[in-house]
């Protein structure tokens, strides 16, 4: 055919295994070192054509697949014709569209995937790499928040310090004034910046949540991204969290649970007090209702389940003991005997 597989993983100088980031920094490296409004060699404005060519392809999913799965092998492929390779399909129609500053490789294996042509060059927006696009939303981060059970069941704050990668406020991002290297970032177009962010925690949250809080996130040439928190809600002592439930075990004596009585529980709303009916077996469970867990949006809350546990004392007296020996001889060694 005459037309030469491009490596653009070598292009753009990055490793088979690059992720988007590093792909996307080696690219805004390199294009603007030979965008041809810095650069005065030569084979400056080749080459920059071929960074962006080698960027269309490798940040966008369908087309990095694509180019994978043919590899060098993909004349191959590409002569078996359509729905070659696994599904993969190379076009070769000549009515291609707006795809004429891409290399002929790329016309052939990508054409019917089509191309984003914008600003100068091919694959790219020539003027969001130079800081003049206002309208670029900023990237979103991510932070890690534990928090008590108590502070989940009430809602909290947190105020957070955070560090972002954030576009030079002199350039823009653009790493040149004018075409000179920025003399704030020293031509990097970034640099590290820390903010102070105040976070309300609704009430209900559950551990592996995301709490969105919007234009928190990094700062880009226009909007800033957003900030999401991942929720760990740490373990309690006392209750346990089963979805919008809580459980919690209480201990009674043997003669509250023969005779019946009133206790105090502990909620995360406070104490409150529960009747134990008489000839409550140990083990048994009773529900508060609505002294669960917040429900959020939905409204409601969910319940609290008690479990209780008859505990015997380990310091009898002769007296006590004398009274469940009676006990025994009443009711007879059989543990059926004692149930309703």
Known sequence: ???????????????????????????????????????????????????????????????????????????????????????VTANYSSDLGDLGDFSEFFRTVFGDLGGRRTGRGVGFDAEDLFGSRRSRRGQDVQANVEITLEEAFSGTRRTFSLDYDEPCPSCHGAGNVKGQPCATCHGGGWQRARRQVDVKIPAGVKSGQRVRV??????????????????????HQLFERRADDIHVSVPIT???????????????????????????????????????MPRGKG????????????????????AERELYAKLKAERGDNPRAYQG
Do not use: C
């Open 1 to 87: 055919m005459g037309v030469e597989f491009k490596d653009y993983y070598r292009t753009l100088g990055v490793d088979k295994n690059a992720d988007d980031k590093t792909i996307k920094s080696a690219y805004r490296r390199l294009a603007r070192k030979y965008h041809p409004d810095v650069a005065k060699t030569k084979d400056a404005g080749e080459r920059f054509k071929e960074i962006g060519e080698a960027y269309e392809v490798l940040s966008d999913p369908q087309k990095r697949q694509r180019y994978d799965t043919l590899g060098p092998d993909w004349q191959r492929y590409a002569a078996a014709g359509p729905g070659a390779a696994g599904g």
């Open 254 to 292: 043997a003669p509250e649970a023969a005779l019946g009585t009133t206790i105090e529980v502990p909620t995360l709303k406070g104490r409150v007090s529960m009747k134990i009916p008489p000839a409550t077996s140990s083990g048994r469970v009773f529900r508060l209702p609505g002294y669960g």
């Open 214 to 235: 919007s234009g928190e996130g990094a700062g880009g040439a226009g909007t800033r991204g957003d900030l999401y928190l991942a929720v760990t809600v740490s373990p």
């Open 299 to 318: 409204g409601g809350a969910g319940d609290q389940f008690v479990t209780v546990k008859i505990v015997m004392p380990n310091d009898l007296t002769s």
